[in-house]
Every structure is written in structure tokens, then in C-alpha cells.
């Protein structure tokens, strides 16, 4: 069955280092593959999507790497800051027409000032 | 102006009773979907609707049925309420199927 593992439950980091969040899968050949932020109390948003072709997307301080070979995602925050606390969810897609994003449990990262 | 509005945002019942969430969304999206997220913040699909049309539906117990009246409306019937069916059920939408999510704040539905 298809499998979506994120690398720990709990990442603690200190302000100003970079954040590595991973993600692997398995049984699965995404199309896509979306990384969201979720607060507490708070619906998961959008960050970046990548596509099956692309190897690299960057946004601002966020960068996301697409290994199709290694079935990995890394999700990269550089420069952290205790703002970025939060859980960060990875989410494939088939791209398929009937199919629905599949999520991953999540990374809960702290950054300490 | 919130993008995909969802009520209530906490929903407290009595097992075997029947509630609503209702949910809507202002961006002109033509799919909409309901995620439901356990205690271990696990997310997952339950099910979607293109145009009013429904495209997917997980294996979800009967007692839950959804109702588009139009493409900006998607609500979330659940009959004879369980306590294993408290969860947050988050709305999404989207332009199309197949591209990024915004979702709603959520509702947390405590059965009792």
C-alpha cells in the first residue's frame, strides 16, 4: 500500500540554522509533491509544489528538492526563525483525475530563539 | 475576506445524534474536498466534488454524506454520530483537481 514517511515527528533547531525536513514514499509515483505549513487551530496552507521533472523549487528562504529516484523530498527553511514554528506536511499527488492529495503525518518543527 | 469559510468551528454532540458542518469558499474554485484529521494529525480524504459533481469518495461510513448545492458550497451531513468520529474536518478547494489546497480553519467535532 502506498506510504508517506516524514522523517520525525518533532524537529528542534536553533534561530538562524537551516531546518532539513525529509520525506519519503513508497508504492507511489507522485506527479507532484506539495509541502504545507500547519499552525495549531489552523487549516494546513500552501508552500510549494514541485514537479516530477523539476529537481530544485526555491520561495524566499524555502527551498524543496525531488529525488523521483530516491523517492525523497527534502524541504529546506534556511535562516530559521521562531515564526517558522509550526508543522510542515508533505502531500503527494498522482495527477491523476479521481485522486485526491495524500498526506503525510507531518514534521512539528521549533526554532529557539 | 476569508477564502474557504467553514461552520461551526467547534461542533460538541451526543452519540447517535445528527449534525452539519457547512462549508464555503469565495475563490472561484470548481473542486472542493473534506479531510478529516485524527488525533495522531493524520489527514485524510474523504471526499471531493468537481462542479458539483462528486469525483471521489473514500471509504467512509454511509452515515456520512455530502452535499454540493453549488460549485462555492460543499456541507458535510453526519448521521447517528460515533465517538470514533471525533476529528477536525477541514474544506479545502481548489481551481481544478490536482492542484494546490486552501484550506478552511476547521471544525472540531467532539462526540460525546
Known amino acids: 500500500s502506498q506510504k508517506i514517511e516524514q522523517n520525525s515527528e518533532a524537529l528542534n533547531i536553533q534561530e538562524g540554522k537551516t531546518a532539513t525536513l525529509t520525506c519519503n514514499y513508497t508504492?507511489?509515483?507522485?506527479?507532484?509533491l506539495q509541502w504545507y505549513r500547519q499552525d495549531p487551530g489552523r487549516g494546513p496552507v500552501f508552500l510549494l509544489l514541485i514537479r516530477e521533472n523539476e529537481k530544485e523549487k526555491r520561495k524566499e528562504r524555502l527551498k524543496v528538492t525531488f529525488d523521483t529516484t530516491l523517492k525523497q523530498s527534502l524541504f529546506h527553511i534556511t535562516a530559521s526563525q521562531p515564526a517558522d514554528s509550526a508543522t510542515y506536511l508533505c502531500a503527494l499527488d498522482n495527477g491523476q483525475a479521481g485522486t485526491a492529495l495524500i498526506f503525510g503525518k507531518g514534521t512539528t518543527l521549533s526554532v529557539s530563539s | 475576506d476569508t477564502a474557504v469559510s467553514q461552520t461551526p468551528k467547534y461542533l460538541v454532540t451526543q452519540m447517535g445524534n445528527d449534525k452539519s458542518i457547512k462549508c464555503e469558499q469565495n475563490?472561484?474554485?470548481?473542486?472542493m474536498y473534506w479531510y478529516k484529521q485524527d488525533s495522531k494529525k493524520f489527514l485524510k480524504i474523504m471526499f471531493s466534488?468537481?462542479?458539483?459533481?462528486?469525483?471521489i469518495n473514500e471509504t467512509v461510513p454511509n452515515r456520512f454524506s455530502p452535499k454540493s448545492p453549488d460549485k462555492a458550497h460543499l456541507n458535510l451531513h453526519i448521521n447517528s454520530l460515533e465517538l470514533g468520529d471525533s476529528a477536525v474536518y477541514f474544506c479545502?478547494?481548489?481551481?481544478?483537481?490536482?492542484?494546490?489546497?486552501?484550506f478552511g480553519s476547521g471544525t472540531q467535532l467532539s462526540v460525546l
Open positions: 466534488y468537481n462542479n458539483k459533481e462528486l469525483i
Open positions: 479545502a478547494s481548489s481551481w481544478t483537481e490536482n492542484e494546490k489546497l486552501f
Open positions: 475563490l472561484g474554485h470548481d473542486t
Open positions: 508504492n507511489y509515483s507522485p506527479a507532484y
